[in-house]
């Protein structure tokens, strides 16, 4: 799939409940693709937010 193909929402604003399953994911040492899967989120933008709340996110090894 190309970048950014099948993501309908783009810039949608966070609501409260993504953020919340986001920080719960991270702490469980969730991958970045998985959490953006979940969240049905771009991994940038996943990163983005992660950085914007102070979360590690798991890096592949």
Do not use: C, N, Y
């Not at 966070?14 to 702490?27: F, G, M, P």
């Not at 970045?32 to 914007?52: G, N, P, Q």
């Amino acid at each position: 799939m190309a970048k950014g193909e099948g993501f309908e929402r783009h810039r949608q604003p966070w609501k409260t409940d993504e953020i919340q399953k986001l920080h719960l994911l991270a702490k469980k040492g969730m991958a970045l693709k998985a959490i953006a899967k979940a969240l049905t989120r771009s991994e940038e933008s996943v990163k983005d937010r992660a950085k914007a709340d102070g979360l590690e996110i798991a890096k592949l090894r």
